[in-house]
């Protein structure tokens, strides 16, 4: 490739605020949860780009939209992609930016006349964020093999939306089986998510694997009873056992290093202010970048919350949402992101990945790599989440340099 070749960063943002400006929300953000009204216009949009870029697309059983360059030779494509789902307070470019960025690898190509030895394609996979339906990153789990669509299909909502039925209604459920297309090689472009890269004074990230991650949904149920008539020491106050193992979660971070815990989701039933409540329903985001001091926390939390229950008389029950172990990338094409970078006259450093990524799944089946880009204040699933253009291209480049060189090697 001619080493001037370079993306477009000016058509690249305006990629990006086009799919931003769907599902827009007035904070500045974006709020595409999967497989609402808002991913399928976001869906619509990827397509018809990618159809004008005269990309073969296909999209497969689980909705993942694939866009592909047909390279000179048959055999295993080279494989960018991230997602175009939210969280509910999500931001402009976490997920977007490695779909788009991809979308401009194969157009600057494409524009270049470059033709690669190895089919290059982009797929945007479904549901990445887990925010609606679980488990996070359903979609490239179901394309490396790690669940099956029918128990894909089957996952439901908090209001029991069934997920092959809002796949259906959205007019994404795809002919393809997912993994139809082999897989050579994984890059992925994304947002750092976090504050390093920006606290080290810029530069991007060869990102050498992802942490652990444990997510739990635990059920409790009380004794509903009167907030004025009822002794303390005749409640059974699931709210009160709830806010104690946010605590004693919270306390693990510091006993166990690495540790991170987080309650994200806490609904009390009855919900009324004079109500001891009955039923509190919660969940806990365990991640740590060593597994054994992951499965350590979980256990240490699982048997805090026997205790409790025993003492105080509350059932709590856990179901799994999540469970991800902890996920190194390959070496060699980790070094290729940060040869990619150098050949480029841009910095880079190595890091792990706090967050969950596609990555994290395309790891099963094939070489993976990702690329970090800043993000200004260290924000995400926040819509001031925010990257420059000048990251955003450098991210890019990077990425199209990387592509390239695998795609014919
Ligand atoms: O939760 C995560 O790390 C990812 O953003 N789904
Ligand atoms: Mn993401
Ligand atoms: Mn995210
Ligand atoms: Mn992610």
């Known amino acids: ?34 497989l609402t009204d808002e991913d399928r216009q976001g869906r619509d949009w990827l397509v018809a780009e990618m159809t004008a870029l005269g990309l073969a697309v296909k999209i497969d059983a689980i909705g993942n939209i694939v866009g592909i360059l047909k390279g000179r030779e048959e055999g295993p494509a080279v494989i960018l992609g991230s ?66 669509v029918e128990a894909a299909h089957a996952e439901q909502d908090s209001d029991g939306a069934v997920l092959g039925t809002e796949l259906r209604r959205i007019g994404y459920e795809g002919p393809e089986r997912p993994g139809f297309l082999p897989a050579h090689a994984y890059l992925e472009l994304h947002i750092e998510q976090g504050p390093v890269l920006e606290n080290e004074g810029g530069g991007l990230g060869a990102v050498t694997g992802i942490q652990a991650i444990c997510w739990l949904e635990l059920t409790l149920k009380g004794r509903p009873s009167h907030a004025g008539t009822t002794p303390m020491a005749y409640r059974k106050d699931p709210g009160l056992a709830a806010a104690r193992i ?33 039923t509190v329903v919660m969940t806990l985001d365990l991640r740590n970048p060593d597994d054994a001091r992951l499965a350590q926390a979980e256990a240490a939390v699982r048997s805090y919350c026997a205790a409790l229950a025993a003492r105080d008389g509350i059932e709590i029950a856990f179901r799994d949402l999540a469970r991800f172990p902890a996920t190194p990338f390959t070496e060699s094409l980790i070094a290729t992101v940060e040869e990619s970078a ?7 450093r ?17 070489p993976t790599a990702m690329v970090f880009i800043p993000s200004i204040g260290g924000l995400s699933h926040n819509p001031a989440e925010f990257s420059t253009e000048y990251d955003i291209a450098a991210g890019a480049n990077v990425l199209l340099n990387a592509a390239w060189r695998v795609a014919n090697a």
């Open 83 to 148: 997602h175009i789902d939210t969280v509910g307070t999500g931001g402009r470019y976490d997920g977007a930016l490695g779909v788009v960025a991809g979308v401009e690898v194969l157009a600057t190509l494409r524009d270049a006349g470059l033709v690669p030895k190895r089919d290059l394609a982009v797929i945007a996979f479904t549901n990445e964020e887990g925010a609606r339906f679980h488990p996070d990153m359903l979609g490239s789990y179901v394309w490396a093999g790690g669940m099956s």
């Open 246 to 278: 946010n605590l004693y979660a919270n306390d693990l971070t510091r006993a166990i290093p690495g540790q991170l815990a987080n309650s994200g989701v806490i609904r009390v039933q009855p919900a009324n202010v004079n109500v001891v409540p009955e």
């Open 342 to 348: 150098a050949e480029l006259g841009l910095p880079i």
């Open 1 to 34: 490739m001619g080493s001037n070749l370079r993306v477009d960063g000016t058509r690249l943002v305006s990629r990006l605020m086009a799919l931003a400006a769907i599902g827009a929300t007035p904070e500045g953000g974006c709020r595409r949860l999967a």
């Open 350 to 366: 190595r890091m792990i990945s706090g967050a969950g990524h596609d990555a994290q799944m395309m790891s099963r089946i094939c």
